[in-house]
């Protein structure tokens, strides 16, 4: 498995935990940052709850933009002509 890290962390009595710094820097997480908790079975999966919302995002928006006519670069690039000369214009 490609950059793994194994570590370990103490539950102390309230259940928090202290995250490794090098799990703290591989996930992007900052003082104050928010994480993601996703249990399947006997294993826990923690992301960087930033990072999680945008992959579910990107995942409920898929195929979306197939579906609106959005299928070329062509179609988009005028898109977001359309969109700036919008917001140029207020």
């Not at 950059?3 to 370990?8: C, E, P, R, S």
């Not at 995002?57 to 002509?81: F, H, N, P, R, W």
Request: glycine share 10%; aromatic share 2%; proline share 1%.
């Amino acid at each position: 498995m490609e950059n793994m890290i194994v570590d370990n962390a103490k539950v102390m009595s309230k259940g928090q935990i202290t995250l490794p710094k090098e799990i703290r820097n591989k996930l992007g997480l900052s003082t104050g940052d928010r994480v993601t908790l996703i249990c399947e079975g006997d294993q826990v999966v923690m992301m960087n709850a930033a990072v999680y919302a945008m992959k579910m995002l990107q995942k409920g928006m898929e195929g979306q933009a197939y579906s609106v006519g959005l299928d070329t670069e062509d179609a988009i690039d005028e898109l977001v002509a359309e969109v700036r000369g919008e917001v140029e214009g207020l």
